[in-house]
């Protein structure tokens, strides 16, 4: 049996999952339903009003609606959420990623209500969650750190005394930050004071904790991170590492496994140092320990996302490993089937995340909907993606719509692969991110491997001409147009707008039937 599928719910598990809610949307909730699906788990899908189409309500088991359309009404609304556990009798939840996913006041939430959170303890969240008291942590396992410093700064005059210690230019980080906000990089003494008022106020507005504390800023590193997988019983192995040095403004675009960085030697000690921190935190489930990078020699913890990551994917296309999985078998209670030395390294992986965004009018969203959609197909191919023909995309979310994902036996030929199906990806009626990356595969310094986080603006004339606007053939437009009208009767589920406002509803008595044929008259199998 494959790594892959390696796995079930035995008879004997401590607790044995039979419906499981997911607290999450999109992709990463079609993602978790198939997996639940082949553990033989039944699925509850939660959806904001702005969602009711969404495949993901489609493909589960049950579906619970979220009045209102804003994460703030739905997705983060833990109240709210708690009671579709209750209604729904789920026995767990998945949270995904974003959203809830690292809030140990929701797993804790989740506990009181009697069902079993898919992912680390809240304390373990906890510890891993606040970057200070991780990096006390990992100094105390001699796990390196960024030097800077070990408490909350107490106010300007306690900055000042550290930038003596650490020099510039230096880094403002929130304690409680993540996803590239409450941050700002100084650079000199006399922007010390601004710098610290602004990170204060934003990591207080974004993240309700003031606190943030000094790093040395180190310019244009490497971002590799480490993906580990531990069960409830102390087992514990890495899937050794991603590269995801490709960035704008904080925001990953495209992740490869492994890492071109490092050597076999240097790739041994980052996993053992990413099994040693997730370790040293009481930690359980999939995680990820991202690491800064000077050089090969000089490699630093950064922080631990205790969650399942979008960039998942490559970790199993290299590793032979379904994630998903076995975050499920795990909250089961199930023990790792295999130990680090059954895990071996196969070939190379990309993802590339494909926004709804026009690289050509400054990474403008572009929501709206979507008049045919064509994956690319064939060997070592993968589409994760909630798009389907006369999808209408919504403007309150993530503008993420879909990942593509190439396994190569080698770089240059999963390289060669992602630009095949770049050029084959179609997704008519809103603007797309697929051709900033063939920009970017196609760039030397990326070939090479030479490249960092900041190689986007690096590389800012390069990209300025490697696209543009493209007008719009008006005719075809209202061709494609005139097709979805023709069968827009067909995706109005009438029995979906009968659901009773937080209240369980078996998808089953929607008609398979009739969302299948619905499907495919709207889709043309492009699913």
Known sequence: MSLYTKGQISNGSPRRIKRLLIANRGEIAVRIIRAARDLGIETVALYSDADQFSLHVKLADYSVRLPGNTPLETYLNVPVLIQAVKDSKADAVHPGYGFLSESADFADAVASAGAKFVGPSAASMRTMGDKIEAKKLMKI???????????????????????????????????????????????????????FAACTREAASYFGNPAVFCERYIENPRHIEVQVLFDEHGNGVHLFERDCSIQRRHQKLIEEAPSLFLNEVQRAEIGRRAVIAAKAAGYSSAGTIEFICESPERIYFMEMNTRIQVEHTVSEEISDIDLVRWQILVACGEKLAFKQEDIHLRGWAFEARINAEDPAKGFLPGPGRVNQVRFPAGPGIRVDSHLYSGYEIPQFYDSMVAKLIVWGPTRDIAIERMLRALSEFEIDGIPTTAKFHEAVLRHPLFRAGTFNTGFIDQQAEYFKGAFSAVPDDQQTHAAILAAVLAVEELRRPATMVSEVKGTLVSNQERSLWRDRARLEATNRGGI
Do not use: T, W, Y
């Open 141 to 195: 396992h001699k796990v390196q750190c960024v030097p800077g410093s070990e408490n909350p700064l107490k106010d300007v005059d306690d900055l000042r005394k550290h930038a003596k210690e650490v020099g510039f230019p230096m880094i403002l980080k929130a304690s409680a930050g993540g996803g590239g906000r409450g941050m700002r990089v100084v650079r000199n003494e006399g922007d010390l004071a601004e710098s």
